[in-house]
């Protein structure tokens, strides 16, 4: 059984930073694309940085490059989002996703909701 676990959330000034974590169980780490997104009151599911698990490239949208980073702990099959500078439109519920039986190619596309995993969120608010 697949399971991805969101943690890491919680309330932020603006300005601060704050990392969220996705632990992968039930499938190959590698050659996983993983995905996060996040989703505010209102508005449709965002896509926000991609990893593909077998490699080192990332790819990020345009509304988080420079501000957020994804990165990967194969050891601990684990995503992470990095995210600096955080303003109060940053706050939403954060998703992992993830994809298995695809290629790079299929990875870069950033917000892409079509992944097949998603796990339960996790929760950030920004205060200003």
């Known amino acids: 059984q697949v399971q991805l676990v969101d943690s890491g959330g919680g309330s932020v000034q603006a300005g601060g930073s704050m990392r969220l974590s996705c632990t992968v169980s039930g499938l190959t780490f590698g050659s996983t694309c993983m995905g996060w997104f996040r989703q505010a009151p209102g508005k449709e599911r965002e896509g926000l940085a991609n990893i593909y698990t077998g490699t080192t490239s990332p790819y990020y949208g345009r509304s988080v490059a420079g501000r957020f980073s994804i990165s990967q702990d194969n050891a601990n099959n684990t995503v992470y989002l990095h995210m600096n500078n955080l303003k109060p439109e940053d706050a939403a519920m954060y998703y992992c996703?993830?994809?298995?039986?695809?290629?790079?190619?299929?990875?870069?596309?950033?917000?892409?909701?079509?992944?097949?995993?998603w796990g339960q969120g996790t929760e950030v608010t920004v205060s200003s």
């Open positions: 996703a993830a994809e298995t039986g695809r290629d790079m190619w299929w990875c870069q596309y950033v917000g892409r909701r079509d992944f097949t995993y």
